[in-house]
């Protein structure tokens, strides 16, 4: 039996093989299981059972910054999500600990310091690089719109992630196997709630998220 449980979520197959190769060589017996899509990671909940960590890219297919770990956090809150990006950018870190991330581990870390790093995290600390300093790093400009999003329920963000790929509502409803009335009911909520006007500006708002999550600090 496995002693721990992960679950690696990356588009990349190679940086999943690499990560979960660093996972295996720090815990002995421990299952790694992949997902290269918030829906194939979703499939993987549904049927693994109990999850000791998620580890979570913030630029993929279908998710905008923080709203894949959004969803996470409102879908599965007993699974603790570590998030691992190639950005290092200070005011990110500290967006995604807002949205209840136990962590951020930049892909430029030492292989030895994410091993230490997941060990920490399992551990029930939060982890981030040791460079980094939160006090220090300028309040980030979507900061109103991030405490905004975490009032969105799990259906409505994930509502929202299919706006931002340009889905319209006939098939969100299909993709999500509820009426199209149910997808309306939620896109009224969600501008209610994001305090704008309409889906392009929502879809607006969630873009803006998404780039500055995604952008590398510059040397």
């Known amino acids: 039996m496995a002693e721990h449980r992960f679950i690696i979520v990356d588009d990349h197959p190679l940086l999943r093989g690499a990560l979960g190769q660093a996972l295996r060589s720090a815990f002995a017996s421990a299952e790694v299981l992949e997902a290269g899509s918030l829906d194939q990671l979703t499939e993987r909940l549904e049927t ?11 630029s993929m297919p279908g998710v905008h910054g923080v709203s894949g770990l959004l969803y996470l956090r409102a879908q599965h809150p007993e699974v603790p999500v570590v998030i691992v990006s ?3 950018d200070p005011a990110t870190i500290r967006q995604c600990l807002d949205c209840g991330a136990s962590g951020y581990i930049p892909k430029s870390q030492p292989v030895e310091r994410i091993r230490e790093a ?3 995290i399992i551990g029930g600390e939060i982890w981030l690089p040791p460079d980094v300093d939160l006090t220090s790093a300028p309040l980030s ?4 719109l991030v405490s905004r999003l975490s009032t969105l329920t799990p259906q409505q963000v994930r509502v929202l ?3 931002g790929e340009g889905l319209l509502n006939k098939q ?3 993709k999500l196997g509820v ?3 149910t997808i309306k009911a939620h896109v009224s909520a969600i501008l209610q709630k994001l305090g704008v006007d309409s889906r392009t500006q929502a879809v607006i708002a969630i873009n803006r998220i998404g780039t500055s999550a995604e952008r590398p600090r510059a040397n």
């Open 48 to 58: 693994a059972g109990e999850i000791d960590l998620i580890l979570l890219d913030l």
């Open 86 to 88: 190639a950005s290092d």
């Open 118 to 120: 997941i060990r920490r």
């Open 141 to 144: 400009e979507s900061a109103e």
């Open 161 to 163: 992630m299919m706006l």
């Open 172 to 174: 969100i409803a299909f």
């Open 179 to 181: 009426s199209e009335a």
